[in-house]
């Protein structure tokens, strides 16, 4: 039964992630169906070559997005996720949207990939450290940090 298991994580881990964005030298290419060649290689040979090369990628497995950005930290538990125009007077809940996204993921490809371009504000309530916490971030301002130093 082990070796079931085994076998469905390297099929997944190699053969159905699916990539969707690589940067070099602050030239960012993403959301390609060019992306769709790479699911013929094994993962771990594409992942050993951006490495060598230092190349940052964005990949989709299981439905949440993960990246080589940074190192894996836990963000706090998130509660609510809304964007704003810049006259508040139109919001959007991204709360389930943003679930998808494992901390190291920047938030300019959030911000593209949800088509978040007409928002100017991000308000975030979570749970940390034993509290509820309420923060507001101008969009703009914090779009090349990743997900987990905002908090």
């Not at 959301?31 to 190349?55: E, G, M, R, V």
């Not at 928002?119 to 090349?144: P, V």
């Amino acid at each position: 039964m082990n070796y079931l298991i085994t076998l469905r994580e390297f099929v997944v881990n190699n053969f159905t992630i699916t990539l969707k964005s690589v940067e070099k030298n602050n030239y960012k290419f993403y959301n390609s169906y060019l992306f769709y060649l790479f699911k013929i290689i094994p993962f771990f040979l594409i992942k050993f070559l951006f490495t060598l090369t230092k190349i940052r990628y964005i990949y989709l497995v299981d439905n949440i997005y993960f990246s080589n950005y940074g190192d894996f930290r836990i963000t706090p538990v998130l509660l609510n996720v809304q964007v704003f125009n810049e006259t508040n007077d139109y919001k959007r809940d991204i709360t389930e949207n943003i679930k998808n996204y494992n901390g190291t993921v920047p938030l300019w490809y959030i911000t593209e990939n949800e088509k978040l371009n007409n928002f100017q504000r991000i308000q975030f309530k979570y749970f940390s450290k034993g509290k509820m916490e309420n923060k507001t971030f101008n969009l703009i301002e914090i779009n090349n940090k990743l997900l987990y130093e905002i908090f």
